[in-house]
């Protein structure tokens, strides 16, 4: 469900937060101060970070900017009360979200779940091959460079992908993309399979199959 690294010094807040977090079925460890923190990192890999922001050795603004260049894990930051700069700064270094102390169990497991959700929203990409289809964004991309397809087009893409090496029925696929929109019509099909086809580069991944439709054969 979700590993996660508490660092915070005050054992009874990390405690509370490992108790509450667990009880929601998640794994967690704790670091009492930054480098224990850094040194977890490098050895185990973790969906979340629970970030204080005064801690001994390394402060957490510092543990950020290393999380930062070196990984793409969500991080909420806890900061005091007094801290409200801090929020800030936390943020605009690339915090997901904060929390001041002291806090509710009950908020601190609904932040972390917005994040966790958020996070793997964003990260919502298919690869095949060099084409990486971002089904949020509804971008496609070969490589670095941006393939501009239509609203219909993209549809059809996705429905071929998320149905890869079966072969689906013309009128099944008409349904699906155009719905209700329009009569069947034979051309419409055609034509933006045969765009897709060359924006792609997909002429022999994309198959006619015979007397049924197409299908994506990767
Ligand atoms: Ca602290």
């Not at 009569?183 to 034979?186: A, H, I, N, S, Y």
């Given at each position: 469900m979700g590993k996660i690294l508490i660092v915070e010094d005050e054992v009874a807040i990390s405690d509370l937060i490992k108790i509450g977090l667990s009880a929601q079925g998640y794994q967690c460890e704790c670091a009492n101060d930054g480098e224990m923190a850094a040194n977890l990192m490098e050895q185990k890999s973790y969906d979340l970070i629970l970030l204080d922001?005064?801690?001994?050795?390394?402060?957490g603004y510092e543990l950020l900017e290393y999380i930062r260049q070196t990984r793409q894990t969500p991080v909420i930051f806890i900061t005091a009360k007094s801290q409200t700069k801090d929020k800030i700064k936390g943020l605009k270094q690339g915090a997901d979200d904060y929390i001041t102390k002291p806090f509710e169990i009950g908020e601190l497991v609904a932040r972390v779940e917005a994040v966790l959700r958020r996070f793997h929203k964003a990260s919502d990409s298919i690869e095949i091959g060099n084409i990486i289809i971002n089904v949020v964004a509804r971008s496609v991309k070969n490589g670095n460079k941006k393939i501009e397809l239509t609203p219909k087009e993209f549809d059809l893409l996705l429905l071929l992908v998320q149905n890869k090496n079966i072969a689906l029925y013309r009128n099944v696929i008409f349904e699906k993309v155009w719905g209700e929109e329009l009569?069947?019509?034979?051309r419409t099909l055609d034509l933006h399979i045969q765009r897709l086809r060359k924006k792609l580069g997909w002429k022999d991944k994309i198959k006619t199959v015979y007397r049924i439709g197409y299908m994506l054969e990767v």
């Open positions: 922001v005064m801690l001994p050795k390394i402060d009569e069947f019509e034979t």
